[in-house]
């Protein structure tokens, strides 16, 4: 059996994207105008925007009782042999991550190995990994 549980999303993360992808294009618009190159690079932005909404939008953490596989929209991110896990924790890590809110778990793993993930019910995902393998110390 698996149990699918979705990121939790945070709006601001998405805005401050939204920031990065739009304000270059924005200060060329009013030095330049709108020029025919402006507007294709306006139109590969934005389906470049679209595609990364896409896959931070479907951010996944699949668990069933052998792993645990985290998914952003038709990526496979990792898959974590559940026996591995040490711990899961809050973090406040703002790295790079598979989770798009800043409300995030570390899970630590391996020998020195974490991942940062952001689910939307963080309790339930705990004890779920923890149902699964007891050796979990939870700090939630």
């Known amino acids: 059996m698996k149990t699918t549980f979705v990121s939790k ?6 805005v401050i994207i939204f920031v990065v992808f739009f304000t270059p294009l924005l200060l060329n618009l009013v030095v330049d105008g709108f020029t025919r190159p402006l507007s294709l690079v306006f139109v590969g932005v934005v389906v470049l925007y679209a595609f990364f909404l896409y896959t931070i939008l479907n951010i996944k953490y699949i668990v069933s ?3 645990l596989l985290i998914k952003a929209g038709c990526f496979k991110i990792k898959t974590i042999v559940l026996e591995d896990i040490k711990s899961i924790k809050k973090s406040t890590n703002f790295s790079s991550a598979p989770a798009a809110s800043f409300d995030r778990l570390e899970i630590a793993f391996g020998k020195f190995e974490e991942i ?4 939307k019910q963080q309790i339930l995902f705990a004890k779920t990994l923890v149902s699964y393998n007891s050796k979990i110390v939870s700090f939630l």
């Open 116 to 119: 940062i993930i952001s689910p």
């Open 9 to 14: 999303i945070s709006y601001t993360f998405v």
């Open 65 to 67: 009782k052998k792993e």
